[in-house]
Each structure stands twice: as structure tokens, then as C-alpha cells.
């Protein structure tokens, strides 16, 4: 049935929890066939029964109802019938259908089968039956003739034997009292002597005719009282008349006198024997009569025991009632007699024959056996109950003794014993562990049943165990975890099937024992017995690998239940340490690497009070990090193997291609078979290998062995107390991520990072910290664990970015991850303190220029772009432009800067007016959009100043990132291999950056009232964030423009959205271009007011003539350089004529930038000059080339 269960999961692995269930329901199927279909069996079984009784047996879940009455249903209409039923069965249903029950619904081919099979049986029965009359006849041949002649008297008995059932139930009662009465009565002479040999090899024997044969002589009323007892006792365990069996056996075991021994005759001694005797014969009937046999066994072992302790001179003197000669030699006479051969065999075979008993029957006998010896050792029932309770198990009255405990029984003796100890005791009376030592031998005994009869047993044992193994006396408590020591030994020579978990439940006594006991000592104990168990049956663990982590970790969690809780400590993780180095291998291949890495995790998580605890920390944590390193040299190790073998069949298959015949390849064919033994022996936990074709882990292993390593480090690194130990954590995790990533599939890439990385930034969700009032001026945090959280954030986000960023191309298919890494860099960004703002800000701008040349390539740039968009619209400061200040009454008039009154500049002020409009009127709207209104009460200036410096240092790294040459490639940005709309959403960034901070610059009354507030200690301005981002607005247009030219093109083709985008940027272009000039030449009209802002210009100045003479398609120099058609041919820009729309703007920037020569900047001149250059050469080049 084992290998049926095992079987059945192995083929269908998602059906059940695991094969415990199979082998349960196989059991069970078995017994509803014979319950429905059995003419002895007057009550059948239902189907509410039915699914009653296979009640949580999937692992402690329930079966799906749906589920199990399908197979009732099913055992119902069909019963499962062995062959040599066949004829009985065949019987009935030709006799139904001659009767016309179904007969005309067969056809003749059904009628013919069935006639056929029906004549195979009956021929089949007939040839047993001759052969067993033949063999009667001669054997009794001689015998019949001589009497055959002689009359018979007519003889009428009952038909049924069961009409003794109600004559003995009703003449069983005055019986007892009866037989009772005279054995009390009986005086000395009229028993027999307590050494009568026949009587004494009869008991030996165990044989009720021998006993009553033995006896030559006269019976006396004692013997005829005790073969009336014997008689009940074997009538009522017949007939499963349970009342009438127990009040039999009580009464017989209260004659024995065992309980009052000062007063023991001799008539009691055959009393025992008869007993015994009896024992022997019915063990198979006893049922919960074996509380009663047990006890008396008990007694007799605790006779023994008094008298070895007080024979001679100092009997008298322990029982002074004892004064009488002749009960002085009785009681010796007891003891003699106990000790003798015959009785110790007798009760030896008690023991030993409990082997062929029943599965029903041997659990009674366990219960039994359980039950007195926790009387033995003054343990109150209640312990037990309590354990079963924790267990899960329902409770169970033992024996039926004693009342079922309610859980306010349960709960007063749990306040009774203060808490201390699970175990109750019933008196300080000293212990007995005699049957506890049989207990151990009986276990032995019957270890090699069937595993359903012996889990059955051990759902009795394990309890008992666990209670005696708490047991306050260090005696008991020791006694009984040597047995569990040595019961497991035993256990463990069993093999174990793959989906069994039998040696899980065995050793989980060990484990709630370490959990339940208050002896240090009885730890020690453990941890040894563990050592011992592992250091000589290792190779045969299997799923017992499970409760041993759980014990060995179970000293972490003792610090305050404990006082030798450093050395508990040290010596489990010395063997933990001790089944790494030796046992690893063993460990993964038995599947128990899951518990041995949560084991290892719970040490690193222990609180580091001394030195020693700091060590053991740090060697948790490199043992981690060496199991990862163990499972990366098996993946090596195999990935050999299979370019090993994949080599050996190209070379099998050359041979056999070349050979004439398909001998030669033979040789071959073994030596590849003899590889792959090595390989599966690694996966045969799992149904997928460990490596696949493609080089990668398989997703089964990667979940069963590497998961929980990835697991773990972010427990430990997320559960640590310790900034160091988390620390290093974090670096020991991602240590193994960059040595093994390659080997893992997206889908496990992807489980890793929602498992393993993301939880180290799981504080970072909320957009404030909770304590917004716990910061100075500056907007640092003086909270110490708020600090220690931010470095763990700021290195574990460096980490992430270094680890995706070398293995960018493998995750680059989940746009979630790459999302994901950016928003942990998006919520470091809205943090309140500058350096994890700063952090985040710089790890995007690293993860982007890193990767950008791959973005195209693999499609990642939307995810990018949003990432982008969101960071500038977390930065940019909408609260300033949304500001109400209607609270200031009184305002200042514009100063001189603000007022454009330079008569000279004629055009040029109308049309700066005019674009100043449409900026602020562009940034005030979008301001709306995306931000909220604030009063000026309200404004978070220090938080605004935070965002504002980051939003500068995010247009740099943007500006920087966009402009970057892709592969090394002189002609193509990055900019230009992002997709038209994505790409249009970033020139919407640099574009709303540009007129929010214009906006603000243009309302002096808001700046002034944030002044006159005091938020501020002078007047405060966008101009730097406004100077940077037209800058790299301007820049990225003439990177597009000189790469794709007019719209008016046809080269290229283009769909009406791109030509409409296209026409929307080169105008944008030419606006700003001119309108940065001019403001420049407006400036200039008043250099002493204006010096601060001329200073600030300046640059963008220089950019702008920068970016016009490096125009190449304008200047017959750039066009000898490169022409057209090769920069076509070789997809390169667009060049030469192509971009003319900015080209017609010449004159007019160039009459802007004559009027700009009297500056008093350096930069600027020489830009002018180099612009000026160029204009001059492209006029006058022709006119003076020949001269």
C-alpha cells in the first residue's frame, strides 16, 4: 500500500498533499467495500460516515466533499470483488434475472460471457470439493463402517451460537458476585501450594486446556472460582460484550490482592497465574481491559521492586504491620516466585507476542500501556490531553477511565502548575519507569508493521513521549528522551518514500520537548541525541531533516525562557555548522534545504548581547551566502555534465552515421547512460531537472533551493536589530545575485526582486515620514533610525542599480522591474532629507546612462520616459506658482529690471512682451495641472528648496543622458532612438520646467511676499532652474533638428502625427532661439541693472552660437566634410539643405548677435566671434576663394 501511495503521487502530483493521503484513503476505500457489501454487517455505512471519517487526513485539510462521494457512490454500485467471490456473485445475478429482473436488457453475447465465467467458477469449486471428499474418505473410512449400524438418538441443539449472548448477559452479574464471594471466603487449606508445577507450566504456556488437563487432583473452590472467571472473561470477550468483560477482569484483578499486598495468600498468587494465562489466550479481545492486565503487571514489577530494596533485616522494620511469621513467608514466597522463570517469561510473552496482534487490537494494548505508565510516573491524565491539544490532535480519553477534559479543566491545571511546565503531577511520590523501558521494547517490536497500523501507534506514542520527556524529574525526563533517541535510531534504518513524511512526524517529539521542557539539561540532551542521530543516519534522513532545523533553531528564541542560553546556543550551532560541512549535499538532495536555510536565518536574527552572538551572526550570515555558493558549484558541476554528454552523443552519433552496422555505437550508449546518473540524482526530489538545455536553472529547483537563500537574506536584512549585520546582509545578498542571476529565467528574476529586494524598501512607500516635526532647519533628520533606515535604503538602492544594470539585458523584457527600480529612486526623491534626495536623484541619472544605449534595442524606453516625466514632476516647484499671497495687503511697484522701457529696442521689446506672455501664461496652466494651491501660511519653503536643487541636478543628468552617443556612434544620440511620442513627452519635461520657473520669475509680488514672509532671507527666483532648462531644451531641438531635418523633407517618411511633432519642435525652435537672443540684447540695454541676470545668461548665450555654427548643413565647410547622400547611405542625419526653416532665421540672429558685441563677457565674444565666422565665410567664401 506504501508503494501504491507513493506511486499514485508520483503520477499525479497535484491530487493530494502528499501520499499520507493516499494511503489513508486506500485504507479506507478498502473498509466502506466491505461495510456496503458484507451480509454480516446489519448497520452499513453512510455517506455522511464516510466523509466523517476521512476528516482532515490531506495534511490536516479536508477532502473536497464532491470528491468523496464520488467514491462512495461509486464502492456503492460497484463492489470490488476478488476472484473467488465470483461464483456467489454470479449466483445471485442469474437467479435475479431468471426471476425477470433484468434478464431482457442483456444481449446474447453478455448472456454467453456471463454462462462462461459462471461455468469457470463452478467447475473450479466442484474439482475443490471432490478433492476434499476424497481426501475425507480415506481417511475416515474404517471408522464410518463400524459404527453405521448402530441407532443415533435423536439430538436437537440451537441453531445460532448467538442465542449464549443474552443467557450469559443476564447470568454473568450474580456469577460475579458469587465467584467473587467464595474466593474471598476461602481459607489457606483449601487452596493448592503456590509452586504447583501444573499449574505453573500451564500459565507458562498460555493454554486454557492445558491448564484445566494439568490438574490430576481435586479441584478446590478456588480453582473452580477462578475457571468461572476464566470462563466469563473468554465468553464475553467472544461475544464484544464490553461491560460484562470489564466487570469480569476487575473483578479477577482486584483477587490478585496486588493492591494490598501486606495481606497477599496464596490463593491470590493463582489468582495471578490465571490471569497471565488468560492474557496470553485473548490478547486479541481484551480491548480496554488491558488498563486492568497492565496494572497488575505493573504491581508485580513494584512488589519486586520493595522487596529487593527491603529483604533481610530491614523488611520489618518498613512494614511494622507485618509481624506474622506466615505472611512473611508468603510475601517471600510472592517474590520468589515473581522473579522466577516462568513468570518472567509468562510476562515477557505478554510483551513480545503483541506483535501478531491486530492494528485495533495493539492500539488498545499502546493506550493501555501509555495510560499506567504515566500513573508509574505520578503524572496527572490531564498532562496528556493538554499535549495532544497542542498537537492538534482531538483529545482522547485514555481508556475510558477517565472524564473527558473540558478546556476550563484544561485551562485550571495550566494555572495550577503556574505556567511552568506542561506536566502535572499527582503526588511527590518517587517515579517508577518500568513500563516506560517496556514501552520502548514493545515499540521495537512492532516498528515493523505496516506504516498505516504504525502511524496509528505513534499518534498514542508521541504524546506520552513528549509528556514523560518534560517530566520534572531529570531521571524520567532523560529516560525518556534516550528512548526517543534510540526509537528513532531504529526508525531511521527504514527507507523512506520520496512523498512520505513519516520520519517528520516521527522526530517532532524532539522538537516539542525542546519547546515544552524547562530543563536545560534536557536540551543538552537533545541536541546530543540529534547529534548522534545525524553523525549514523544521516544518509537515511529524509523529511526528518524538517523538525531537526526546527529543534536547532529553537535555542534563538530562549533568551528569556533559558539560563544556559549561550551555551544551548552555541553547541546547536555548532552542529549546524557541522551538517553544512558535512552533510550540505545530503541535506539538498533529501529536500530539506528549505528548514536548514530558515534555521541558519533564525540564528543571524538572534539580538547580539555579547561577543560571542556577534560571531555567531556574522558566520549565519556567511553561511547563507556559502549554501548559495554551494548550489552555484552543483549548477557548474552539472552544466558539465551536460556539455559532457551533449558532446558524447554528437560523437555517438558521427560513429554510428560512419559505421556500417549499429554494433559499434553500443559502447558508447553506456558510457553516456553512466553520465546522467549524476545528474538525476540531484533532481530526483523534483519532477524538472536541475539545469535545463538552455543553461538555466529550472524554475521547480530554483523555488525549492535558491528561493529560500534569497528569502532569507531579506529577513534577516529587513529583521536585524543591528546596522552592521543589516548591512552586511544586504551586500551578502547581492554578492550572490551578481554570481548566479545569469543562471535564472526572467520569471525567477522577477521573484527575486518582489521577494528579496523590494522588501528592504518597503519603508520607503509613504511619500513623508511619519515624524514630519523631527527635522531642523536644514531638513536633515535627527532620528538615529531614521538615519540607519536611509543608509540601508541608499545601499541597498546603489546595489540594485549596479546588479540590474550588469545583467540589464536579461530583465529588460519586464518593463515592471525596470518601473520598479525607478520608483524605489522616485520615493528616495520625495524623502524630507537631502541626502536621500540627492541619493535617489543620482542612482536614476546612473541607471539611465548606464543602459541608455540599450533602451532602443530593447524596446524599454516608455517605462524609462515615465520614470522620467514623474521625477520632474515630483521636483518641479508648482507650489511656488500656485501660491496665494492675496494675504498682503500692501505690494511694491515693479523695480527698473521688470520694466521694459528702453526706447531703442523697438521691435525687438514687442516681441519679447508677447512670448514673455505666452511662457507664463503656458507655465501658470501647467502649474494648475499638476500641482496643488497653497497659501502663503501654508507654503513648506524648506521642502520646496529641497526639490528645486534636485530638479536642477535631474535636468543636468537628463540633458546629459539625452546627448549621449549610442554605441559609439558619432551620428546618432539617444535622443534620437527614443520613440517620436515618447521622446515628445520629454521635450514636454525641459519645456514645463522652463515656463513654471519663467512664471515665478515674472510675478515679482509672489516673490516678494515669500520675502517680506521671512521664508526667505532675500528675494527668491527660478533663474538658474530657468537658464538650465531652456538650455537643455534648445539643445536637445538641435540635436532633433540637425537629425531629421524640415518637415517639408520627403526623404523620410513620416505619418501625419510625426509630421505634425516635427513641425511643432522646429518651430518651437526657432521661437526660443530668437527670443533668448533678444531678451540678451534687451538686458544689455541697461548692463548696470541688469548684471546679475546678464551673468546668468550668459551661458545659454553661448550655447545658442554654439549650436548655430555647429549647424554643418549651413556652412560650405561642414558640406565638403560629409555630403548628403553618404550620410543618407549610411543612415546618418539629414543634412545640407534639409534645414532650411531655422536657416531663413540668419539675418535676423545675425543682426542680434552684431548688436551683442559690446559685451563685457568673455565666453560670449568668442562665441559671437565663432558664429560671426561662419556667416562670413558662407558670404563671402565664393567672392574671395580665387584670391
Not at 329 to 352: G, H, M, P, W, Y
Not at 693 to 704: K, N, Q, T, V
Not at 909 to 924: D, M, P, R, W
Not at 1150 to 1168: K, P, Y
Amino acid at each position: 500500500m506504501e508503494k501504491f501511495a507513493d506511486r499514485y503521487c508520483e503520477n499525479n502530483p497535484d491530487v493530494f498533499a502528499k501520499a499520507d493521503t493516499a494511503y489513508t484513503l486506500a485504507f479506507s476505500v478498502i473498509m466502506l467495500n466491505t461495510d456496503l457489501h458484507s451480509e454480516h454487517i446489519k448497520y452499513r455505512m453512510d455517506l455522511p460516515a464516510f466523509l466523517k471519517n476521512n476528516r482532515g487526513i490531506n495534511d490536516n485539510a479536508d477532502l473536497p466533499d464532491a470528491f468523496l462521494a464520488e467514491i462512495f457512490n461509486e464502492i456503492q454500485n460497484n463492489e470490488i470483488i476478488m476472484e473467488d467471490e465470483q461464483s456467489g456473485k454470479f449466483a445471485k445475478m442469474v437467479s435475479g434475472w431468471s426471476g425477470g429482473g433484468g434478464a431482457t436488457d442483456l444481449s446474447d453475447k453478455d448472456r454467453m460471457d456471463l454462462y462462461h465465467r459462471e461455468a469457470a467458477q463452478i467447475q473450479k469449486k466442484s474439482q475443490q470439493l471432490m478433492n476434499a471428499a476424497r481426501t475425507a474418505a480415506n481417511g475416515s473410512g474404517t471408522a464410518s463402517n463400524s459404527t453405521s449400524d448402530e441407532p443415533k438418538a435423536a439430538y436437537r441443539s440451537a441453531a445460532s451460537a448467538d442465542l449464549a449472548r443474552p443467557m450469559f448477559a443476564t447470568a454473568c452479574w450474580p456469577l460475579i458476585a458469587t465467584f467473587s464471594q467464595l474466593f474471598e471466603s476461602a481459607s489457606s487449606s483449601e487452596v493448592l501450594n503456590l509452586d504447583d508445577d501444573s499449574s505453573s507450566n500451564a500459565a507458562t504456556n498460555g493454554s486454557m486446556a492445558d491448564l484445566l488437563e494439568s490438574r490430576k487432583q481435586e479441584l478446590t473452590v478456588v480453582d473452580l472460582c477462578l475457571d468461572g472467571f476464566a470462563g466469563g472473561i473468554r465468553i464475553a470477550s467472544l461475544f464484544k460484550m464490553e461491560m460484562e468483560r470489564e466487570a469480569f477482569v476487575t473483578s479477577l484483578t482486584k483477587l490478585t490482592g496486588l493492591s494490598h499486598f501486606r495481606d497477599l495468600k496464596a490463593k491470590n498468587g493463582k489468582a495471578i497465574k490465571m490471569m497471565l494465562a488468560l492474557t496470553l489466550n485473548l490478547m486479541e479481545s481484551l480491548d480496554s481491559s488491558w488498563v486492568h492486565i497492565i496494572k497488575v503487571i505493573s504491581q508485580m514489577e513494584r512488589l519486586q521492586l520493595l522487596g529487593s530494596t527491603t529483604r533481610g533485616a530491614s523488611l520489618d522494620a518498613q512494614r511494622p504491620s507485618m509481624t506474622d511469621e506466615q505472611t512473611h513467608r508468603t510475601i517471600e514466597k510472592f517474590l520468589e516466585e515473581f522473579s522466577s522463570q516462568d513468570t518472567v517469561v509468562a510476562v515477557d510473552r505478554i510483551f513480545t507476542y503483541t506483535t501478531s496482534l491486530t492494528g485495533p487490537a495493539i492500539l488498545q494494548f499502546f493506550k493501555a500501556v501509555c495510560h499506567v505508565s504515566l500513573e508509574e510516573a505520578e503524572v496527572d491524565p490531564i498532562s496528556l490531553v493538554r499535549v495532544a491539544a497542542m498537537q492538534g490532535n482531538s483529545p482522547t480519553a485514555e481508556n475510558g477511565h477517565s472524564p473527558a477534559p473540558t478546556p476550563q479543566s484544561v485551562a485550571g491545571s495550566l494555572k495550577a502548575s503556574g505556567g511552568n511546565s506542561i506536566v502535572t503531577l499527582k503526588s511527590d511520590s518517587p517515579p517508577r519507569m518500568y513500563l516506560l523501558q517496556k514501552i520502548v521494547e514493545i515499540a521495537h517490536y512492532n516498528m515493523h508493521r505496516i506504516r498505516y497500523e504504525w502511524s496509528q501507534i505513534w499518534k498514542l506514542l508521541q504524546p506520552y513521549f513528549v509528556v514523560v520527556g518534560c517530566h520534572p524529574n531529570q531521571r524520567v525526563s532523560s529516560l525518556a528522551v534516550d528512548a526517543l533517541r534510540q526509537l528513532s535510531m531504529k526508525f531511521l534504518e527504514r527507507e523512506e518514500l520520496g512523498h512520505f513524511s513519516t520520519q517528520n512526524e516521527f522526530l517532532k517529539s524532539f522538537e516539542r520537548i525542546m519547546r515544552l521542557t524547562t530543563d536545560d539539561s534536557i536540551r543538552h540532551m537533545i541536541l546530543g541525541s540529534l547529534g548522534q542521530m545525524i553523525a549514523a543516519r544521516a544518509g537515511s534522513i529524509r523529511s526528518g531533516w524538517k523538525p531537526i532545523f526546527i529543534v536547532l533553531s529553537r535555542p534563538t528564541l530562549m533568551t528569556a525562557v533559558s539560563n544556559d542560553f549561550d551555551e544551548l546556543l552555541l553547541e546547536a550551532f555548532q552542529l549546524v555548522q557541522i551538517i553544512f560541512r558535512e552533510y550540505f549535499s545530503i541535506v539538498v538532495h533529501a529536500g530539506g534545504l528549505l528548514e536548514f536555510i530558515n534555521c541558519v536565518a533564525d540564528f543571524a536574527l538572534i539580538d547580539p548581547i555579547r561577543q560571542t552572538h556577534d560571531e555567531i551572526i556574522l558566520s549565519s550570515i556567511q553561511l547563507l551566502q556559502l549554501s548559495a555558493s554551494q548550489l552555484f558549484q552543483m549548477a557548474e558541476d552539472e552544466s558539465e555534465h551536460m556539455k559532457m554528454r551533449a558532446q558524447e552523443n554528437e560523437l555517438v552519433a558521427s560513429m554510428a552515421a560512419s559505421a556500417d552496422g549499429s554494433s559499434q555505437s553500443a559502447p558508447f550508449k553506456l558510457v553516456v547512460q553512466t553520465s546522467t546518473n549524476t545528474i538525476t540524482q540531484f533532481s530526483k526530489m523534483a519532477s524538472q531537472p536541475y539545469m535545463l538545455p538552455s543553461g538555466l536553472i529550472s524554475e521547480e529547483h530554483f523555488f525549492l533551493k535558491w528561493f529560500p537563500i534569497f528569502s532569507a537574506f531579506s529577513r534577516v536584512a529587513l529583521g536585524s536589530t543591528n546596522m552592521d549585520f543589516r548591512t552586511k546582509c544586504i551586500e551578502s545578498l547581492f554578492e550572490v545575485l551578481n554570481m548566479c542571476i545569469h543562471l535564472f529565467d526572467l520569471k525567477c528574476v522577477r521573484a527575486i526582486f518582489r521577494s528579496a529586494i523590494l522588501p528592504i524598501f518597503d519603508d520607503l512607500k509613504d511619500q513623508r515620514d511619519k515624524a514630519e516635526d523631527d527635522l531642523d532647519v536644514s531638513g536633515q533628520q535627527s532620528d538615529p533610525l531614521k538615519e540607519a533606515s536611509g543608509t540601508i535604503w541608499i545601499l541597498g538602492l546603489r546595489l540594485t542599480v549596479d546588479l540590474f544594470s550588469e545583467n540589464f539585458s536579461q530583465i529588460a523584457m519586464d518593463h515592471e522591474i525596470v518601473a520598479n527600480v525607478l520608483s524605489i529612486a522616485h520615493s528616495m526623491m520625495k524623502r524630507r532629507d537631502n541626502t536621500l534626495v540627492a541619493t535617489g536623484q543620482i542612482c536614476m541619472h546612473q541607471f539611465i546612462q548606464r543602459n541608455v544605449a540599450k533602451f532602443g534595442q530593447l524596446g524599454c524606453w516608455p517605462p524609462v520616459i515615465d520614470a522620467i516625466e514623474n521625477a520632474f514632476r515630483m521636483t518641479n516647484p508648482y507650489e511656488l506658482v500656485n501660491c496665494d499671497f492675496s494675504s498682503m495687503k500692501v505690494l511694491p511697484e515693479l523695480p527698473a529690471s521688470m520694466i521694459m522701457n528702453v526706447a531703442s529696442l523697438g521691435s525687438i521689446q514687442a516681441n519679447a512682451v508677447g512670448v514673455l506672455a505666452e511662457v507664463v501664461a503656458e507655465g501658470t496652466a501647467t502649474a494648475k495641472a499638476h500641482g496643488a494651491f497653497v497659501s502663503l501660511e501654508s507654503l513648506d519653503f524648506n521642502q520646496t528648496v529641497i526639490k528645486c536643487s534636485v530638479h536642477i541636478e535631474l535636468l543636468q543628468s537628463i540633458r546629459d543622458t539625452l546627448l549621449l552617443l549610442v554605441n559609439g556612434e558619432s551620428s546618432t544620440l539617444a535622443i534620437n532612438t527614443i520613440p517620436g511620442a515618447d521622446r515628445e513627452r520629454v521635450l514636454a519635461c525641459l519645456r514645463d520646467s522652463y515656463t513654471v520657473a519663467r512664471s515665478f520669475n515674472a510675478n515679482y509680488h509672489l516673490r516678494y511676499s515669500i520675502w517680506k514672509k521671512r521664508l526667505v532671507q532675500q528675494l527668491p527666483n527660478l533663474i538658474k532652474q530657468e537658464t538650465i532648462s531652456i538650455g537643455s531644451h534648445i539643445k536637445v531641438l538641435f540635436a532633433i533638428y540637425r537629425a531629421e531635418g524640415d518637415v517639408i523633407e520627403t526623404v523620410v517618411k513620416r505619418d501625419s502625427e510625426a509630421v505634425a511633432r516635427a513641425d511643432r519642435n522646429v518651430n518651437m525652435l526657432v521661437t526660443e532661439t530668437v527670443d533668448i537672443l533678444e531678451r540678451y540684447v534687451m538686458m544689455l540695454g541697461d548692463a548696470q541693472v541688469n548684471a546679475t541676470n546678464i551673468a546668468l545668461w550668459s551661458p545659454v548665450v553661448v550655447l545658442v552660437f554654439r549650436e548655430l555654427y555647429a549647424m554643418d548643413c549651413w556652412w560650405k565647410s561642414g558640406r565638403q566634410q560629409q555630403k548628403v547622400v553618404d550620410a543618407l547611405e549610411e543612415g546618418g542625419a539629414i543634412s545640407g539643405a534639409k534645414c532650411l526653416v531655422l536657416k531663413k532665421q540668419l539675418p535676423k540672429l545675425f543682426r542680434l548677435g552684431i548688436r551683442m558685441m559690446g559685451v563685457d563677457r568673455a565666453d560670449v565674444r568668442q562665441a559671437l566671434q565663432g558664429f560671426i565666422e561662419r556667416v562670413g565665410e558662407e558670404l563671402f567664401f565664393d567672392m574671395f576663394s580665387e584670391t
